[in-house]
């Protein structure tokens, strides 16, 4: 039995979940730059996640989907 279908909404906030911690990972020593400058307030935080969310309007909601769906299989054993 397959399992139930996700909709596009779980799936897009499974994915901003997914691409943020990706993109985080990925950019973690720029970010610790920004974060450790002078000029950087603690206001500014939300201004940067929400930089790093707009991210996700690059991909459709089908490749959203894809990448979801690829992401939730288990990874096969050696």
Do not use: C, H, W
């Not at 909709?7 to 906030?13: R, V």
């Not at 206001?43 to 996700?56: M, P």
């Not at 989907?65 to 992401?71: G, S």
Request: glycine letters at 2%; a negative charge; zero cysteines.
């Amino acid at each position: 039995m397959a399992p139930p279908q996700k909709s596009d909404q779980e799936i897009a906030a499974e994915f901003t979940s997914y691409y943020l911690q990706r993109a985080t990972k990925e950019f973690a020593e720029d970010l610790d730059k920004v974060r450790a400058a002078d000029d950087f307030k603690n206001d500014a935080l939300q201004i940067l996640v929400s930089a790093l969310q707009q991210g996700t309007t690059l991909f459709s909601p089908e490749e959203q989907r894809r990448i979801v769906m690829a992401a939730d299989r288990p990874t096969p054993k050696p």
